[in-house]
């Protein structure tokens, strides 16, 4: 395996594309955001929707969707990872705040005709125990009583071996994150967002002007957006709330419609299941499965926070080869088909897996959305509008909701960082969590 071939199945179904050229020179905005995965995408458009005479630059290191937004489980999910629920109102709160950001990539798909796996046919969280699917079955009744529609799957029509069951969630929805955030590049182009890609950003000089240094140009600004998940700290931002955490996935070749019928996925997308490590599939619109985690193989902690994984190396292929055995333990029926995908992409994982958004600096003109810890599309839909609220100085909407301005755990500094992921880890099979 070459450091080229870290590319997933995402990016490989997705409609052609060449990503535009980099910033040369100096550049003025209203707004700089920094980052074009689902969270720069998402607050660019809302931005430009809201205010369409400002100058709104969007600045990407590579190509859109090239970070986590096109390397991930291909699931949009309700709810907020880290918070749980008791109060049906709170409930009610949250799902359809989660469920709008859901909405809003259905509805951009249909009205701009975007080719991009979309799919709403529900995903299922699967139970591994009797305890647990009984569990399962108090909180449908909690859920269903406080209008939010899930339901109850038998263990044979989740499709995952060994599983006891498993709750639906109709409303959440499967979604090439490559195809649907590249696809939407016109249409922020259409609303004057000017759209720079294959320009890192290498530091950020803040001010009541601020101040963007990029290979090749520059960019002042009276606000910048961090949209850069995982790679925030590299910016010197976050540095001690967010760990880089390098998950690994791989995927099948498309399997046959008689083979996707014997494992059950007549009814849902895409799965979870209730481990600690916790495993996840999805079917792609190519008829692909996408598996990730389910051990302390499929995820990885470099010191100091690299965000570059090293496919080529022992460690990789002992963790792919962990993935394929899970899978197979999950999905025994998928043994003799062929793995046509492995790649590595970083997550932001905070302490208690809690994201947050908001506002910071002395002139409170550094907006940012992260921490979504693998739970982000839906969420990273939300921020967009969220950070746009905030920049019109009108954050009512948002302030009962556990993410707005949420000060994150901080963590250890390194070298005590990194020997406490991998001695907790090793000790428990469990992700360090507070």
Known sequence: MTPDDNRSCWLDEAPPYAPLPPLRGAAVADVAIIGGGFTGVSTAWHLSQRFPERRIVLLEARALANGASGRNGGQALNWINGVDVDDPERARRIYAVTRSGIDLIADLVERHRLDAGFDRGGCLEVYTSAAGAEKAHARIEFLRAAGIPVEWVDAAASGVHGAHGGVRDPSAARVNGAAFLRGLRTVLVDQGVAVYE???????????????????????????????NAYSPALGYFADRILPLHSHVIATAPLSEALWSKLGWDAHHGFSDDLDRIAYGCRTAAGRLVFGGGGNAAYAYLFGGRTAFPLTTTRASTSFAALERHLHAYFPATVAT?????????????????????????????????????????????????????????????????????????????????????????????????
């Open 198 to 228: 294959q320009t890192p950003v290498h530091k950020v000089e803040e001010g009541a002007t601020i101040a963007l240094r990029t290979p090749h140009g520059s960019v002042r600004a009276t606000a910048v957006v961090l949209a850069t």
């Open 338 to 434: 062929p793995i046509t995908h492995r790649w590595s992409g970083t997550l932001d994982i905070t302490l208690d897996r809690v994201c947050s958004m908001g506002v910071r600096g002395a002139h409170r003109n550094v907006y940012y959305a992260l921490g979504y810890s693998g739970h982000g599309i839906a969420l990273a839909m939300v921020a967009g509008r969220v950070l746009t609220d905030l920049y019109s100085d009108d954050p009512t909407p948002w302030r009962d909701l556990p993410f707005y301005q949420r000060a994150m755990p901080r963590l250890p500094p390194e070298p005590l960082r990194w020997l406490g992921y991998h001695v907790y880890t090793r000790l428990t099979g469990r992700s360090p969590r507070r």
